[in-house]
């Protein structure tokens, strides 16, 4: 029996040793392959469709349709098509450079409304553009134009398409997402494979025409629209078009007043109803759904209304603050009028806005002229550090980092002469995952006594961008004396692993 022990032993010995000299070959692997000394993700992390996306910020929603010419918001889907009947050529070009001069970086076009009426000419109803009497109708092909403005003008686009057609007969059943839906999303993509994102709204159903059926149609959006199939439609032809609503890919932030929650992460825990948590999201969800918000610069509708007027430059820039200041994007809505275009006082709006966001948030960076230091600074990589001075050198793919275990630190900025600071702008190292959970800025003048500021606002968490006046006040947040000091400082107080923070910017 011994024998058979020693035996035993010996032939577990001789297996197990490859695999000793195996794992440990992996281990060395392991540390080449993190040479960098890069941190480990916190997950979820962006695709990189969806950072892609969150970079451009802010940019233009454009609602023309059937209902510009009917004065509803929602049409019925029994409309005569002889009811769109533009005054002049629409002209997506005039829409695109408006926006522009408000420092918008693309829009997105209505293109199909709840209604069902499309405008280009597509094969899959007749519900659309060709059918209407009128000259102007029978040559517009919104894609086709908006697709071709934006790139004219360096900028980024995509369409909304409404999955809910209360004009179709077959909606309801699965012909109507294989031989209506899909088709659609197919023919949109086929405009423009560098499209950035497609709207999916109203994607429950209701009541309607149905075909002259009527009655109301129900459906349960997270498996009706075959979201898988959905994608792969989409992505083989655009790879970078993030799917909005149904498609899973971004969130509605819960509102369409133009604010997202002070605290507002990415992570979320439904990957189809995000609305039930929009403004805020959630540190522990699984998916990452980064909020976008809607709101309209004009008193009336998402359509455009006689007799409409605009909000003030001075509180569009109060949502520019209250979203891409608060980790979210803003899509903000523009309505073309019956000849096709922007009104004058829309387009006069917008330059104001561009003007105001350019003075306020693209002028002097005073972090650039500061001596930059920290605190605590994570062990340089092979190639690479982190060191302080990454948070203000331009560079994206460069961060300030701590080391694995230490989940605060502190950034200083300081200068020979007072600087006047209104804003505070930061963002972190996304790619790694969203991990601040709160922080602090404070002032001096003499590197010893210390202020507070940002007033009462939650400095929470940071994302992909935040912006914090120094003033505490979103709605007046522009002094027009502010205090000067001679040092700044972001106090990290805690994060859920190292913090990774990219930017920060003084404005």
């Known amino acids: 029996m011994k024998q058979i022990y020693l035996w035993a032993s010996a032939l577990c010995l001789a297996l197990t040793a490859p695999l000793t000299a195996n794992a440990q070959l992996q281990l060395v692997n392991e540390s080449v392959v993190n040479a960098e000394n ?84 597509t094969a899959t109803t007749t519900h659309n553009v060709t059918s209407s009497s009128n000259a102007y109708a029978k040559a517009t092909n919104i894609p086709r134009d908006f697709a071709a403005a934006a790139k004219k003008l360096g900028m980024k686009y995509g369409f909304y398409v409404s999955p809910w057609d209360r004009n179709n007969e077959h909606y309801g059943d699965d012909t109507y997402v294989k031989d209506v839906f899909l088709r659609q999303c197919a023919e949109l993509a086929a405009y423009g494979t560098d499209q950035f994102e497609m709207w999916f709204d109203g994607a429950n159903g209701g009541d309607g025409y149905y075909g002259g059926k009527g009655g109301k149609r129900n459906i349960d959006r997270s498996t009706y629209y075959d979201v898988p199939n959905l994608r792969d439609t989409v992505h083989k032809v655009c790879p970078d078009c993030v799917l909005w609503g149904v498609g899973g890919e971004s969130r509605w932030i819960g509102n369409e007043e133009g604010w997202a929650g002070e605290t507002n992460w990415s992570p979320e825990e439904y990957l189809y109803a995000p609305e039930k948590n929009g403004m805020y999201g959630n540190m522990d969800g699984w998916y990452w759904q980064p909020g976008e918000s809607d709101a309209k610069m004009t008193t009336g509708g998402w359509f455009w209304h006689s007799g409409e007027g605009q909000l003030g430059a001075e509180r569009l820039f ?49 972090a650039k002229e500061a001596t930059v230091t920290a605190n605590e600074t994570r062990s340089a990589g092979t190639g690479r550090n982190f060191n302080a001075e990454n948070v203000c050198n331009g560079d994206s793919a460069t961060y300030w980092a701590t080391n694995d275990g230490v989940n605060k630190g502190t950034i200083t900025f300081a200068w020979d002469e007072a600087k006047p ?45 935040r912006i914090i006046p120094l003033n505490g006040s979103t709605s007046n947040s522009y002094e027009a004396n502010p ?3 001679k040092y700044l400082r972001v106090n990290i107080l805690d994060s859920r692993a190292c913090p990774t923070i990219e930017n920060i910017e003084l404005r």
């Open 421 to 465: 600071i209104r804003y505070v702008v930061l963002q972190e190292h996304i790619q790694l995952g969203q991990r601040v959970k709160a922080f602090s800025i404070e002032t001096s003048n003499d590197g010893t006594s210390w202020t507070k500021r940002g007033g009462n606002i939650a400095t929470t968490t940071i994302g992909y961008k």
């Open 38 to 121: 890069e941190p480990a993700p916190v997950h979820p992390v962006p695709a990189p469709r969806q950072l892609k996306w969150q970079r451009t910020e802010f940019y233009a929603f454009f609602h023309y349709g059937m209902n510009t010419y009917t004065g509803n918001e929602w049409g019925y889907g029994n409309e005569d098509e002889n009811k769109f009947a533009p005054t002049a050529a629409p002209n997506p070009e005039q829409w695109l450079t408006a926006v522009k001069a408000a420092g918008m970086k693309g829009g997105i076009a209505v293109v199909k409304h709840h209604d069902g009426f499309c405008l280009w000419p």
């Open 483 to 485: 205090q000067k000091v």
């Open 318 to 366: 109060q949502m520019y603050l209250e979203t891409v200041g608060r980790n979210a994007t803003l899509i903000l809505n523009c309505p073309p009028d019956k000849s096709g275009s922007l009104p004058a006082a829309t387009v006069e709006r917008l330059k104001e806005m561009g003007k105001m966001l350019t003075e306020r948030l693209q002028g002097t960076n005073y």
